[in-house]
């Protein structure tokens, strides 16, 4: 402002001393000449401004006169709202990024509970299209009656279960709301069909072992009360040793199902380690005397037994999982029958241990579920003969953690052949010399490791370079 003023000061001051010199016009014509430039000049300076401010993220055009002293303040608070701008806008993103890495689903709704914004773990727990669904009612979204009662309510103290989809597709999520700002709403979504399926899963099996519990002390708090109301004379030695007899194999079926629970519960507690090579041939010889002396002479057996044949796992699983198939062929084949077990390469480089028999065979709709925990398919043999339900289920952990799988065929009245099939990886390279003993680090501590049994082979030909 000051400086237009001094400009029209200096211009007036021109036109008078040329008024004073050459006559009075000559100077009012001069000042208005001043005048009109000025205009010219301020008129050239705005449409630069308006060009400005068509662009206004630039920097204000320079030297436009008195303007420069308005421009300048403005262009430095606008910069100063776009940095603003800018961090709130990355403050923003960080918050939707954090949000998005939620292991939770969460949405939010207005306060008619219409959707405003999901990450992507509630779109997919919900079915949920952001594009589509925003703005529409989440009750639209969700069609269950339970949830429409649940958002109904005025507080939200406990999470709704819902229940959705059906079949292979069911899904079980908990969801959960909480009010926040002004009268809008947080919706949290958790998927827990596997947290139920594992807690109905405990349930079940808790059930199972009560039960299994229950029939063989049922039977000898019977024979207990027997006991001790009979007067001492009143049972015939037979009679009294009969009934001992029966009391033991109750006792004997109840140390069966607690060995069998402790052998599982130990191997699901129990890390799964690589193990060094097994030689399986022994441990299969060690299993068919049990076996044989199970049968007591009524099946002849047959071993095929590949002796060189090794695998990197842990022997007393192995043991026990060969063990379990090998009684089960002798539980499971009447007298007469034959049981042959097979310790074998297989041709994809891997190796087979099977275990054939003679057997009543099993019907092809059990075969699937014959490793279920307590899954008897012929339930009365196998209390007859002393089953827990649990020796499959024991097998199939053992072969999982060898990478192994365990294959069943069967066929009714005709027999079953149950099959461990190792992958090549476990297989041990013909080995040479015993496999050298391993230190704390797992490492072999003796030079025999250069024999090279496949799994010491990497290390050693290390050492060797190193010697
Ligand atoms: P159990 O202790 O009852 O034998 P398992 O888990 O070992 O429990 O076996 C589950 C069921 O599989 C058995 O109850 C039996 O019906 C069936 N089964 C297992 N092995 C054989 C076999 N070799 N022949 C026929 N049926 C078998």
């Known amino acids: 402002m000051s400086k237009t003023l001094v400009s029209i000061a200096l211009w007036a001051l021109g036109g008078w001393l040329l008024g004073a ?4 016009a000559t100077g009012w014509a001069f000042f208005a000449l001043g005048l009109l430039l000025m205009i010219l000049v301020s ?10 401010v068509r662009a206004i993220d630039e920097p204000p055009p320079p030297s436009v006169g008195p303007w420069d002293e308005i421009l300048a303040p403005i262009y430095r608070k606008l910069k100063q709202n776009r940095l603003d701008l800018q961090d709130r806008t990355r403050s923003f993103h960080r918050a939707l990024l954090a949000a998005e890495a939620l292991p939770d689903g969460a949405l939010t709704l207005d306060p008619h509970k219409a959707l405003q914004w ?11 299209d952001l594009e589509r669904d925003r703005g529409h009612s989440i009750l639209n979204i969700v069609r269950a009656p339970e949830f429409a009662r649940y958002a109904g309510q005025e507080t939200w103290d406990r999470p709704l279960i819902l229940h959705l989809g059906h079949g292979g597709a069911a899904r079980t999520l908990s969801l959960h ?13 958790r998927d827990i069909t596997q947290i ?37 004379d009143a049972l015939t030695g037979e009679q009294r040793r009969h009934y001992l007899d029966l009391m033991a194999q109750q006792t004997r079926n109840m140390q069966a199902l607690v060995s069998d629970l402790l052998t599982l519960s130990s191997l699901e507690s129990t890390p799964n380690q690589e193990g060094g090579p097994v030689p399986v041939a022994a441990l299969v010889r060690t299993a068919l005397a049990q076996a044989q002396a199970l049968s007591g002479g009524r099946h002849t057996f047959d071993a095929r037994l590949d002796e060189t044949l090794r695998i ?6 192995l043991a026990s999982a060969i063990g379990n198939l090998l009684t089960n062929a002798v539980r499971y084949t009447p007298p007469g029958g034959s ?5 074998e390469p297989a041709p994809d480089g891997g190796a087979a241990c099977r275990v054939r028999d003679t057997g009543i065979g099993i019907d092809p709709a059990d075969i699937p579920r014959l490793t279920e925990r307590f899954f008897r398919a012929d339930r009365g043999r196998s209390r007859a003969t002393g089953g827990t ?19 069943i065929r069967s066929t009714p009245g005709e027999g079953s052949v149950f099959s461990i099939l190792f992958p090549a990886a476990r297989v041990c390279p013909p080995a040479g010399p015993a496999a050298p003993a391993r230190d704390a680090a797992g490492r072999h501590r003796s030079s025999s490791c250069m024999v090279q049994c496949g799994y010491c082979f990497p290390y050693c030909r290390l050492a060797a370079r190193a010697r």
């Open 177 to 189: 709301l909480a009010p926040y700002g002004v009268g809008q709403f947080l919706m949290v979504t």
């Open 21 to 24: 010199w050459l006559g009075a």
């Open 389 to 407: 339900g649990l020796g499959l289920a024991i097998a199939k952990h053992v072969v999982m953690r060898h990478d192994a799988t365990l294959d």
């Open 312 to 317: 990197r796992g842990q022997d007393t699983e």
């Open 196 to 232: 139920e399926r594992l807690e109905n899963t405990r349930k079940d099996f808790v059930a199972n072992v009560s039960h299994e519990l229950r029939t063989p002390l049922t039977v000898l708090s019977g024979f207990v009360e027997t006991l001790q109301d009979l007067p001492g």
């Open 43 to 52: 008129g050239l300076q705005l449409s630069r401004i308006a060009r400005w």
């Open 339 to 343: 049981i042959t077990v097979l310790w």
């Open 118 to 128: 999901c990450n992507q773990t509630a779109a997919s727990h919900l079915g949920l």
